[in-house]
Every structure is written in C-alpha cells, then in structure tokens.
C-alpha cells in the first residue's frame, strides 16, 4: 500500500504543479535518447555515439546552474521516477527472476544463500545491461538535484554487482555515501560517523523523517550494498568493519533491518561461521516479506543446524519449510529430512515414512514420485530394513516421469540396487540394474566410466554364476530316478508345447486382421493414420494398445525369424541349439540304452533336452570341469576387479570343498594366500604358504613364495614368459597372477620395468583403466631412462590425452566464462574414440648363464622424443583463430579477452564468435576465437583482426602477440603433441596472409 499511496501521490503532486502552473504540456514532454543524441543519430553505435557526443555538455550539468523552482523540481522528480527509476527497476527484478528461474537446486547438498549464482547471471547481462543504461541516461539527462537520483545510482550499483563488477559497483555505492551523508551548517565536507549522545558507538547511518511527504534517503541501503561489494572484492576486514558499525548504529532504520540481518547471515555463510550465522538467519527469516526466499532460509538454518548437531532446531526449521514452502520439491525434502532426523532418534515420530506416503498419494507430487520413493529407501536403509529399501527402489525405477524419463531419481535407484544386490551376493540380479543406471545416468556423470568398467565385470562374473547354476541344475536332474526325470522334462517339453500353441493362436488372429491392409508391408510395423470420426477410446495410436497391429507383427516376426524360443538372446544360434534334434551320432549309446524302454513314448524334443543332461560320466566329468573353471574365474574377477577379497575366499573355498582334488589346488592355494594377505588374516596366509612348500614344492606357486636372489634372472625370465603367453591368449587375470609372484622377489630394474609394463597392459584389457595408468604413472617416475619406460610414457599419454580431449570436447563453455577451455565439439562422439592399439612388450631374453654372471645388466637410456607435426589441410573442416602471446600472464589474458568480447558484441557480422583463454601448456597460453565454417572464412577474419588488434591492445607492443588460423583436425594434433613451433613452421609453409 505504501508503494501505491507513493505513485498516487507523485502523479497528484505533478499533475496539480502542471496545472497550477499553466505550462504547456508539449513543453514539458521527457526527451527520449533519440532526442538526445539528434534525430539522424538513432542508429549509431554505442562506439560511434560516444566519439561525437564526447565533448558535448550533458543535460544534468547544464540543469544544475538554472534555479531549482518548484514547477522544475515537481517535473524533474515524476519524470525521473516513472520514465527511469521505474523501468531499471521492472528490469532489475525481471534479471533477478530470470537468473532465479535457471538456478537449479541440489536439495541433498547445503543451499546457497540466494536462488541464483554468477553463472545465472551471465545469461541475463542484456537485462543488466539495460538496467545500467536506463540509470546512466536517467542520471545524465535529469537535475542532479532531485530526489530518485541516489535511487538511479543506487540500480546502477546493484547491476554492476551483479554482472561481477565490484570496482564500479563500488564507485557508485561510494558516491551515495557521500552525495548523501549528513553535512554540518558551515562546513564543505559531510560528515559521515558521530558518537551519539550517552553511547560509545559510532553512528553512520542517516536519520530518516517519517511523514506524508518525505522520502527515505537510498544511502542506508547503499552502506548495506557497501558491506557485499567489501567483501566480494576480497576485504573482508574492511566488510566485517563496517558490518560492525550499521549492527551498532541506533540511527539505523528499522525498515532495513531486515536486509541488515540478511547481509550479516549471508556474510557469515560465506566464511563458513554457521554459528555466528545462526541468530542472524533467524532474524533475517523473521524479517523477510518474500515466501520463497523465507521458505529458502529456514530451509537452509534446518541443513546448518543439522551441521551443528541441533537436531531440535534443524527439525523446527525443516517443518517451517515445509509449511510455507509452494515448491514440491522443497517441500518433499524438508519433509524427507526431518523422517531421516527422526529415524536417528532426535524426533519423536512413531512412523517415519508416514508423512512421505502421504505425500506420494497425492497429485501435487506426481512429478516427483520417484523421489519419494528414493527418499524412503534411504530411509529404510538407515533402519537397516533391506527388504523395505528394496520394494521402495523398485517402486521408484517403474516409476516413469513422463517429463523426464531418465530422471536422476531413477539412475540413483538402479545403482544403489545393483550395490545392495551385489551385496546380498546377486550379482546376476545386480548386474541388469548397473545396466539400467548406466542407461539412466547423465553422460556427464563422473562415475561413468568406473561403473562401465564394474559393469562388464559383473556380466563375466555372472555368466561364470549362471554357468554353475545351469550345470548344478542338469546334475540335479542327472541324479534323479529316471521316472521323475523324464517326468520333468515332459513338463518342461509341455511349457514349450503351450507357447507354440499360443504362437499359433496369433498367427491365426493375424490372417483375420487383413481390414488393416497391412498384408503387403514387410515390416508390419506400419500404423496408419488414426480416424477422426472414430472416438478418442478407439483409435488406439500406441503399438501396444492395438491388438491387430501386435498380431500383424508377430506374424511378420514369425515369417522372418520362424518360431523362436522365449527368451532374451533368441539372435544366438547357443540359444536354440537345443531346440534342434541332435546327430544319431552325436547321441551318447548309453544315455539312449537308459531310455530306450520309452523311446516310443518320447518326442523329438523331450529326447533333445534329455540329451543335455550329463548322464554318463565322461559328461559328468565335462559339466564338473566346467563348474570348477567357472567358481575359479568368478574368484579372480571377485578378488582382481571388483576388490570384494572376502566374496572371492569363500568363492575358492566353496571350490575346495566342492573338488578337494582338483588339479587347480596349487593355484587355488596361491591365490587364498594373496587373498587373506589383503585381509590380513596370517594365520590363514601362513597354512596356504606351507602347504604350497610342503606338498608342491616344484610348482611355479611354491617357487614364487621363496626368496628368490637377484641373480636368477631365468627363472624370473620364464615366469614372464608365461604370463607374456596367458596375455596373448587373453587370460589376463592369469597373467596377472604371474606377475605378482615375480614382482614379490628381488630382481634389476630392467625386469622389473618389463613386468610392471606388463601389469599394466593386463589391467586396461580389463578395462581397470585406473589401475593401470597409476602403475604407469609410477613406472615413468621411478625409472625414467629404461626401455620399457618408453613404451609406458606412450601408452600413458595416450591414456591421459583420451582422457582429458573427451572431457573437454564434451564440454560446452559459456559466452562469458573465459576460464574454461574453448575446443569444439567435433561431429564425431568422442567417447567412441580408441586409444591407438600398443602391444604388450615382448618376452624378455633369456640371457646365457655364463654371460649373465660375467656381464650385469645396465639400463638403456631411451632414445630422445622425435619432435613430429602430423599436420595437414583441412579445407572444409570447421577452423579456429587463435592467437599466441610470447610473454602472457593473467592480466594480459582478462584485459585481452574483456576487449575482443566487447568488439565482436559490437560489431554485428561477428556477433556469433567466442573469444578466450586456452592454455595448452603451463607455459604456452593462447587466446582462441571459435568458430569459422571453412578455412575461407578464418581467414577472412584473421586479415580482420589482425587490423583491429593493435587499436584494441593499446600498450601491448605488435611483436608481442602473433594470430593463426588452425582447423578442428590439427588443434586436436597439437593438444596431443603440444608442439606449437612444429604447428608454427607449418603455417609459414602454407598460408600467405596479409
């Protein structure tokens, strides 16, 4: 009401002045900018506006030599308030909105103070900008002396604040300060702090009359503003100071203790002072007339005294939010949250969960099911109820949000189901939901890359489980009376009968549905045009809601697979190799003498499957054989890649007590050693070394447990002979074993080079990328000079150059964030991109006896790198401009990119181009201009900025700075090789410029 009585009164007062006064109104009509700067001069450029208009005296200070009458002041202060203090202002709270409407929020982790970020903010700079504008003209163009000025000042501080510029922010805030301070009768200077009578503070702020007429001086609320531009600018004594002096001041308006306590909470948050914050949050809640940034805050005291271990305030705070808040998401977290604090105890809610399922039945929340559903698992899970967890990570995965499919709910679902099922030992289980959360997760996601890794070792290790539990089936059939196994297999053949029975079923309804003249399509996939005439509940769109379409293509199915079994992997010919009869001569005598009294009784297809069950005992000794490979891989990869040591011993022991007399013992045995060393269980790694001594004293295992001296390069030599042979028959978890026996002895550093190489390529063929470039990184420290070092600087490069192009070829920088690496996205996805194939190193060369003992081995130093430049010319590739500082640093960098950034805005044919930093090396920064169509084009604007350069960089001498043009294909070269001088030669040889 305040505001509306303030218009009504300004537009009475003007409107009474003008009429009183008998001006003509086409007199006292508000000059646009157009009118300021001349009729013929509307479509100027900022540039060229100002070198004509710059020794032109402005408006304002002609105004302030006239006499300041009562008709000007009345006519200055309404045309200053509605044409300009007006519109900054709508601007500056459609910018606020804007940046707020981008801002999205991580409820799980602590908020930020405000719904909106610099980021936000440099999407809405043309907002700003305008803001700016509409102040400086409002300034320029009016009586300095009227009273919306400081307010003008006052948007345009606020607007350079937000667009980061504190400097000038502060300029403004300044300048209120002092235009506005309290002056003593007498003196020039104001004065700006007294001591109050009977006090010992200092009072800086200026009293405010209360009254019908008066207006509140904007220097109070600029000396708040001063306090954030303090210590945006890094002064935070100078901040914190002047903080002190407002909270202290008896002067201060009680109107702006709001936003006074709000500077202090948000100070405070930013130093990380939760509890100097806490008293302050709390008053600024109070205070605050805005729900949804009330609702922010008391969301925000609730996570920081969830910090401070105030679980009665946190809960307080949670259900403040969760009543005042009109955001559903907010509002389910607040309310998740306090059942989290609850179930530990600090609440006395009977029910945790019960609030959240309220909150699923309910529409408002539909988007969001998935969420809830998440939120009560993890709550279920604080309660150890695994059980619970599970159904409620179920509900939330067959919850499908239409607007969002692949929600972030729903990948955190899968993957913290697959981890609970691999915990519960059902890695076949967790193996299809790592799956869905891959499909589900953010290509972006950091976690990416180490889950697919997890991933396809959780697929082996479960087609190794369902080898075992296919074959413990069969041998459970083989073991029973041959009446009860036929007795199953006649059921099992009876399923496949009833789904034929229904396949044909289909086919027939099929034939009949010849209405829909699908008959001549191929695919019959094809769904015509729905009805219009028909009702909404008829036309059926949807593949799945039409039961002639589902029948027309089964049909179609059938015509081009024929009749498949009913499962997953139809397209391998293993999947229905048993659906076919078998060879006469392929038919075990005595399988076929143990059922030939029912042979007459028997179909072709029960005798099939009674063909795969192992009934006599050279295949009762293949299906053993392959369960006990399958329970030995299913260790290694336990133990290897997924580090579950604890799964892998009681794989192995299993093993054990399944074939104590397996052939495999030694290798078994050598591996619980290795395996309850990682778990520190000596006793158990002690029994496995003696039995390994005592009862296989021969065995490669055994021989790996003895000190070995250095000069037994042979024997060592031959265990990396075999491990080089396991690695080029792909059994790189066996090779791996090999390795770690010869690396557990002394050995030159030659050898030992070779062997952690080798280490290193069998791991990445596991795809344990992470392991395996710690290895090499290692390696090329620790031996720089050695042959096999070579070879691992490569491949490591390689590694890290993959790395680290996906990452930012994936990345997408902003216009105005001139610290992120600026390479374009090539068309290509880069994560299809293989590193270049490196073969392992070959077996070392067993040296001569004799000649090992006379001649010691040295290390070869590698040979120095060759410096190479692989490029080429790329005419119709898309180029960049990039250009190469000879001495750069920070300064140059910001001022440089600052001035380009502002004349490719200005200049409207280069509007679309990016400018800024790329460092290619620690030494070697670059200034990159993207993106050009063809080579034509980046040369055209090279011969353009070469021009305008030295104009720009005023100061900066010509020879300093060097500018070239580089397509996509080459810029990719030089990030590998780093070699600017090769790419520099190269450009010489090639291109004639201006």
């Known amino acids: ?179 506005s301070a309290p002056a003593v009768k007498g003196e020039y200077h104001p004065v700006i702090g007294s001591l109050a009578e009977g006090s010992n503070h200092i009072n800086i702020a200026t009293p405010e009359k209360k009254g019908l007429f008066s207006h509140p001086s904007s220097r109070n609320e600029a000396l708040i503003w001063l306090v954030k531009t303090y210590f945006s600018e890094g002064h935070v004594a100078r901040a914190q100071s002047l903080l002190n002096l407002l909270m202290h001041d008896t002067q201060f308006p009680g109107r702006l203790r709001g936003q006074l306590f ?70 389910f977290y607040a309310t998740y949250q306090i059942a989290l604090l609850s179930s530990n105890g600090a609440g006395k809610t009977p029910n945790p969960y019960q609030r959240l399922q309220e909150m699923i039945h309910k529409n408002r929340y539909e988007r969001y099911r998935d969420i809830l559903y998440h939120g009560m698992a993890d709550i279920a899970l604080k309660h150890a109820d695994t059980a619970t967890a599970i159904q409620y990570l179920l509900s939330s995965l067959h919850t499908v949000n239409m607007d969002n499919p692949s929600s972030e709910a729903r990948s955190y679902s899968a993957l913290l189901l697959s981890q609970i099922l691999m915990s519960e030992k059902q890695f076949i289980q967790a193996a299809a939901y790592l799956d869905t959360a891959l499909q589900l997760l953010p290509s972006n996601d950091p976690r990416k890359d180490s889950l697919t890794q997890q991933l396809q070792a959780v697929r082996v290790l479960a087609a190794h489980l369902q080898t075992i539990n296919r074959q413990d089936s069969l041998q459970a059939l083989a073991a029973l009376p041959p009446e009860q196994r036929l007795q199953k297999v006649h059921a099992v053949w009876e399923n496949i009968q009833q789904q034929m029975r229904v396949a044909e079923k289909n086919r027939e309804r099929a034939a009949r549905a010849n209405i829909l003249g699908l008959e001549g399509n191929p695919s019959g996939l094809q769904v015509n045009a729905p009805d219009i005439n028909k009702p909404k509940n008829q036309q059926a769109a949807w593949y799945f809601n039409n039961p002639a379409l589902k029948s027309a293509g089964y049909t179609t199915f059938l015509q081009i697979w024929g009749n498949r079994p009913l499962v997953d992997n139809w397209r391998r010919a293993s999947a229905i190799q048993g659906f076919s009869a078998p060879a006469a001569s392929q038919v075990d005598t005595a399988s076929t003498n143990q059922v030939a009294q029912v042979d007459t009784s028997l179909s072709l297809g029960e005798q099939t499957l009674l063909h795969n069950i192992p009934l006599t005992a050279e295949q009762l000794k293949i299906s053993n054989d392959s369960i006990q490979q399958a329970l030995l891989a299913a260790a290694e990869i336990l133990a290897f890649q997924l580090q579950r040591p604890s799964d892998a011993r009681n794989m192995l022991n299993t093993l054990l007590q399944r074939f104590p007399q397996t052939q495999a013992y030694p290798r078994i045995a050598y591996l619980l050693f290795l395996i309850n060393q990682e778990l520190k269980d000596t006793n158990q790694a002690n029994y496995y070394r003696e039995v390994l001594l005592r009862n296989y004293p021969t065995s490669i295992y055994s021989q790996a447990l003895q000190p070995a ?159 190479s430049t692989p490029y080429t010319l790329h005419e119709k590739d898309p180029h960049f401009v990039i250009m190469v500082f000879s001495q750069p640093n920070a300064q140059i960098l910001e001022a440089s990119t600052q001035r380009f950034t502002t004349y490719l805005r200005g200049s409207q044919a280069d509007s679309n181009i990016l400018v800024g930093p790329y460092a290619l090396t620690p030494t070697i920064t670059m200034l990159i201009f993207r993106t050009f169509s063809n080579e034509d084009r980046a040369l055209h604007f090279l011969d353009q900025i070469r021009a305008v350069a030295p104009a720009l960089l005023q100061g900066l001498p010509t020879g300093s700075y060097e500018f070239y043009i580089i397509s996509r294909s080459n810029f990719i070269l030089l990030n590998q090789t780093k070699d600017l001088e090769g790419y520099v030669r190269f450009f010489n040889d090639n291109y004639i410029t201006q």
Not at 14 to 29: K, S
Not at 144 to 153: C, F, T, V
Not at 271 to 297: C, E, V
Not at 752 to 767: C, G, I
Request: aromatic content about 10%.
């Open 1 to 179: 009401m305040g505001n509306i009585f303030r218009l009504n009164k300004g537009i009475i007062l003007g409107a009474l002045g003008i009429c009183l006064l008998g001006i003509p109104l086409r007199a006292l009509a508000q000059l646009n900018l157009n009118q300021i700067l001349s009729n013929n001069q509307a479509a100027l450029t900022p540039q060229q506006a100002d070198s004509i208009y710059a020794d032109k005296e402005v408006p304002a200070e002609l105004l302030v030599n006239k006499k300041f009458t009562l008709p000007r002041k009345l006519y200055q202060n309404l045309v200053t308030h509605y044409n300009f203090v007006y519109n900054a202002r709508r601007n500056l709270r459609m910018a606020l909105q804007m940046a707020a409407s981008l801002h999205h929020d991580d409820y799980t982790q602590l908020l930020s103070f405000y719904p909106y970020t610099p980021a936000e903010f440099s999407q809405v700079t043309g907002l700003l900008d305008s803001v700016i504008f509409r102040a400086s003209v409002g300034i320029q163009v009016h009586d300095p002396r009227g009273k919306w000025i400081d307010n003008l000042y006052l948007l345009l501080g606020k607007a350079y604040y937000y667009e980061q510029k504190f400097a000038q922010a502060e300029r403004a805030f300044q300048y209120i300060n002092l235009r």
């Open 262 to 331: 709000e500077t202090a909470a948000w100070l405070y948050k930013q130093q990380q002072r939760y509890d100097q914050m806490i008293p302050y949050l709390r008053q600024a809640i109070a205070l605050q007339p805005d729900k949804s940034l009330q609702a922010r805050w008391t969301y925000l005291l609730g996570q920081i005294a969830t910090l401070q271990h105030d679980s009665a305030l946190a809960i307080s705070a949670f259900d403040q939010c969760a009543q005042i808040s009109h955001d559903p998401m907010m509002q």
């Open 709 to 867: 001296p250095t000069t037994h390069t042979n024997r060592i030599s031959a265990w990396y002979d075999s491990a080089y042979q396991h690695y080029q028959q792909q059994q790189f978890n066996s090779a791996i074993v090999f390795i770690q026996q010869a690396l557990a002895h002394e050995m030159n550093d030659t050898l030992l080079t070779q062997f952690q190489l080798l280490w290193a390529m069998s791991l990445y063929q596991l795809h344990a990328e992470d392991s395996s470039q710690h290895i090499l990184e290692r390696l090329a420290l620790q031996y720089p000079n050695f042959p096999a070092t070579a070879l691992a600087k490569r491949v490591l490069d390689l590694m890290q150059h993959k790395q680290q192009l996906i990452a930012r070829l994936e990345s997408e920088p902003s216009v105005s964030d001139t610290t992120q690496s600026l390479v374009e996205t090539p068309a290509q996805n880069p994560k299809n991109a293989q590193l270049p194939t490196v073969a392992a190193p070959k077996p070392i060369q067993r040296p001569d006896t004799a000649q090992a003992r006379s001649a010691p081995v040295n290390p070869t130093p590698a040979p120095p790198p060759v410096a």
